[in-house]
């Protein structure tokens, strides 16, 4: 079979195997073209998950006569000169419309400020027709209609129209993000309107319309510079947190990308204080030369090359950790929300609810005699009040603990009970806390034991008669081999003939504990160790499980004195607002919703 040059036309509908995957893709390169040509409005239209039509209007400075004729060739571009080092803007491969219009049938109207109408060119399968005068506003409308009617194999592929519509939601909540200042509209017959009004340049405010109110209360900010290379943005604070990596956003130069560089670099930052299969929520903006970028790794421009990757991932994950020990301890609002819906839900039976909504009286209708609030036949004086001092009254007095004066004013405040074994209950200037002592204790130790692994020296308690913890051969190969990793976290441990394992000394913090599960739990992390590569993290896992295994256990009842010891703990131990397995160790309810929750405001 000979080699033949391919047609224009085929050349495209093979470009679009890559540049339009779907509807949302359509609308990422107009958006993002509409962007480029500094619009101010956005408007999007779709029907029938953007199978049918796809229509997207700005006020951007439009195209005239000749740039609207090349606009839908391939590789004409006015993003690009000679150098792919320099790129600034979102687009620059001149792909797009002619890869859509290989596909679909697509319509362009443009008119530019200085022109007194505008023009319109058409493409039908890749068939171009003239470009003829058209009455039009100033900007560019672009119209999609029958998205791959040209190549049916690929509208096989397509999902339902509410997927579809998901889709092309998620990219425009994207890419609305990172550009503020712009009015955004999205409407269509089968979705309800998606508006996001300008926010000017008030980045939190844009993020807050996207992802809703709970973020702006529950982030931290970040902002750091390393090699001129700048990181800003917000992080969640590690109790806010999500079931999928959807509300995960990264920008480079204002660019929306998904790299598994930045994504990997986030999970890192968050490594020992989520739970197992949580993800954080993180909006960030790294800004760098362009030439430091290469933007042009894959032809969606979602997937980019940094010239130092282990720079930038060294900075987000600097940057978060420390933005998260700084301001990452305290409980998220969806927390306290929560409590606070637990506590009003079925407050009132049915029988009460039905005498509260009896039928109102007028101020006519009302008399003292009758009133629901009148005072007792038989009054309620000092007489009458004698008979119930026989009672004792309650108290919250606690003659153990430090001066309650002072206790209070620190952050966590003073502890007032202990309920369940498990519950402590502390006063604050402002509300009340309620701690999980045995997950706040864990994340204590686990915090001590890290410091051993990087330096500090960890007290060890010698066991009276070492215990002996039967294991198979493989095991204790797998154990001994790391037993001097295990001896900077304060555990000792030997062989005991082929089959057995001596513990000797353990950790002095974790008191008395059961030494043969620890063992055993151990080996079974290591034995799902691949290689012995990244030892030092999963040292930190072990930590945590000697942790786990060490600190105050739930059941256990204690002293005012042992609960206040262990606030002031936590008010001193970085990542105290959640355990090594990222749940919350406290929940904080403000006095204002507990006044509420009584009906006093």
Known sequence: MNIRRLSDTMVNQIAAGEVVERPASVIKELVENAIDAGATRIEIATASGGKALLRVIDNGHGMNEQDLRLAIERHCTSKVTERLDEIKSLGFRGEALPSIGSVAKLKIVSRTKVASNGHEIEVIGGQISDVKPKAANLGTIVEVRDLFFATPARLKFMKTDRAENTAISDTLRRIAIAFPNIHFVLSGPDRSTLEFKSAGNDNLARIAQIL?????????????????????????????????????????????????LVLSALRGAYSDRLPRGRYPVAVLFIKLDPALVDVNVHPAKSDVRFRDPQLVRGLIIGAIRQALGDEGDRSSTTATEDLKNTFRADTFSSDNRAAYTAAPYTAADWSHETSPSRPLQDGFGETQQSQFDIAQQPSARMDTVENNDVAITFRLGAARAQIHENYILSQTENGMIIIDQHAAHERIVYERMKKALYGDAIKTQVLLIPQIVDLSEDECDRLIELSEDFKSLGLYIERFGSGAIAVRETPAILGEMDASGLIKQLSDEVAEWDDMSGLAQRLEAVASTMACHGSVR??????????????????????????????????????DDIEKLFSRR
Do not use: W
Not at 558 to 577: F, H, I, K, V, Y
């Open 212 to 260: 809703g109110r709970d973020f702006s209360q529950n982030t931290i900010e970040i902002d750091a510079e390393r090699e001129h290379i700048e990181l800003t943005g917000y992080v969640g604070v590690p109790t806010f947190n999500r079931g999928n990596s959807l509300h995960q956003f990264a920008y480079v130069n204002g660019r929306p990308i998904q790299d598994k």
């Open 554 to 591: 739930s059941g256990r009842r204690m002293q005012a004195d042992e609960m206040n010891a262990l606030l002031r703990q936590m008010e001193q131990t970085p990542g105290s607002g959640q355990c090594n397995h990222g749940r919350p160790t406290y929940i904080e309810l403000a006095l």
